[in-house]
């Protein structure tokens, strides 16, 4: 699995909203800022001002945390298209560490390749990709959203697959704009 914040995010509109709300402009004081988005994001749950910072990640895992991920509405997605890249790129499984479950995924695997050697079309050698297929895609959150996938998705009862992204997540954000998500992030 692999996560990469790929762009820069600013809070910079999130203290611009929060400066239009209250009539009372923009903070170019760096800790000002920080402590005025907290009080009204975090402390007041006035969390709609964290709509206006973008987060984008570039994620590789599993099918199934590519599934459980798009349930999380208020988030965009660009996946790689397994119709036009499966006989272009080299492919792999999310393995269980169940050695049972991961020896029938080898032998999957290998019959999927089978096919891919036979030119079958990938439309439909992409009908036998199981949800351990490692897929490759674009995420973008908001950071109101973002809370509410992290609060989700790092705590205990998740997929442990899509816990390990929800972390390695975490780990990508700034550590200057963290204090946004750590009242919702279980450790």
Same mark, same amino acid.
Request: contains cysteine.
């Given at each position: ?10 809070? %910079? ?23 005025? =988005? +907290?009080?009204?994001? #975090?402390? +007041? !749950? *006035?969390?709609?001002? @964290? ?20 349930? &999380? ?21 999310? $393995?269980?560490? %169940? ?5 029938? @995924? ?9 096919? =891919?050697?036979?030119?079958?079309? #990938?439309?439909?050698?992409? @009908? ?11 995420? !973008?959150? +908001? ?5 509410? $996938?992290? #609060?989700?998705?790092? %705590?205990? *009862?998740? &997929?442990? &697959? ?13 550590? #200057? ?8 992030? *279980?450790?």
């Amino acid at each position: 699995m692999k996560v990469k914040l790929i762009n820069e995010p600013t809070l %910079d509109y999130v203290d611009w909203a929060i400066g239009e709300c209250y009539a009372k402009g923009c903070y170019t004081d760096e800790d000002k800022k920080k402590l005025r =988005i +907290n009080k009204v994001a #975090n402390v +007041n !749950k *006035h969390s709609s001002v @964290l709509e206006f910072v973008d987060y984008i990640f570039e994620i590789e895992a599993s099918t199934k945390v590519l599934l459980e991920m798009t349930r &999380h509405r208020m988030a965009s997605y660009a996946c790689q298209s397994s119709r036009y890249t499966l006989n272009k790129v080299d492919f792999d499984f999310e $393995f269980s560490g %169940d050695p049972e479950v991961d020896e029938l @995924l080898e032998e999957w695997k290998w019959k999927i390749e089978e096919m =891919i050697k036979k030119r079958k079309p #990938n439309d439909i050698v992409s @009908l036998m990709l199981p949800q351990a297929y490692r897929y490759k895609w674009v995420t !973008k959150f +908001n950071g109101r959203s973002l809370q509410n $996938f992290l #609060n989700l998705r790092t %705590d205990k *009862h998740a &997929h442990y &697959h899509i816990k390990e992204v929800a972390d390695k997540i975490f780990d990508e954000i700034p550590d #200057n704009q963290k204090f946004i998500f750590r009242g919702v992030v *279980h450790v």
